[in-house]
């Protein structure tokens, strides 16, 4: 119960962090929608799913739903790339309300891929309970790092953040990388978290 209690505040910890990191950048740029600051709806395959559970739950209609996923159908024959909810949006397909619950059933999917698949690996003997706490103090860390980022480029004019993003794009690394670097965690233990938890590379890489 121990290890699931850290599972579960790791969890909430990283995707609270990424969560506050992305609205806050775009809060600072919003001028720059195709840049690092855009917020997308990633991993689109789980849009369906996250759909078809918020009509079971009652709180999207089925005819809402249909419009949804004939749309996404529509954008992906198009080949079309970038934030299906804002597209959604303006097609007035969906309602800002609407998009943010959608948002946040994601976001609980997402969390609950998370906890499942660290709790599966504690399991399996490839963390341990102090390589969670490890991990755990690590993200914290990350997290504060990246809340003095934020008040550094709040001060920033929208050409020097362009360049400081220009800057620092090759020392973008994935969060698990990044681990691995700083012997938080060992390369072994960071492929078997990349086969368990694959959201968690991807998304750490789309936030830095």
Not at 138 to 144: D, G
Not at 155 to 161: F, L, N
């Given at each position: 119960m121990k290890v699931?209690?850290?599972?579960?505040?790791?969890?909430?910890?990283f995707f609270a962090g990424s969560a506050t990191f992305?609205?806050?950048?775009?809060?600072?740029?919003p001028q720059q929608e195709k840049t690092e600051f855009k917020i997308m709806v990633?991993?689109?395959?789980?849009?369906?799913?996250?759909?078809?559970?918020?009509?079971?739950?009652?709180s999207?209609?089925?005819?809402?739903?249909?419009k949804i996923l004939e749309y996404k159908q529509k954008i992906k024959k198009q080949g079309k790339r970038g934030s299906i909810l804002n597209?959604?949006?303006?097609?007035?397909?969906?309602?800002?309300?609407?998009?943010?619950?959608i948002k946040e059933k994601l976001m609980q999917m997402k969390e609950a891929r998370f906890t499942e698949g660290m709790q599966s690996l504690v399991d399996k003997g490839v963390l341990t309970a102090n390589d969670i706490n490890n991990i755990r103090s690590?993200?914290?860390?990350?997290?504060?790092e990246r809340k003095a980022t934020v008040e550094k480029l709040k001060?920033?004019?929208?050409?020097?953040?362009k360049a400081y993003?220009?800057?620092?794009?090759?020392?973008?690394?994935?969060?698990?990388?990044?681990?691995?670097?700083d012997k938080v965690i060992t390369k072994e233990q960071a492929e078997e978290i990349r086969k368990a938890i694959p959201d968690l590379g991807k998304s750490r890489r789309k936030m830095q």
């Open positions: 699931l209690s850290m599972v579960l505040a790791i969890c909430m910890l992305a609205d806050n950048n775009a809060k600072l740029a990633k991993h689109k395959h789980y849009l369906e799913e996250a759909i078809l559970k918020m009509v079971q739950e009652g999207l209609t089925k005819e809402k739903a249909d597209e959604l949006m303006q097609e007035g397909i969906i309602t800002e309300g609407e998009a943010n619950a690590y993200l914290l860390k990350v997290r504060e001060s920033m004019t929208p050409e020097e953040r993003f220009k800057e620092h794009k090759k020392e973008r690394e994935d969060i698990l990388t990044k681990m691995v670097e």
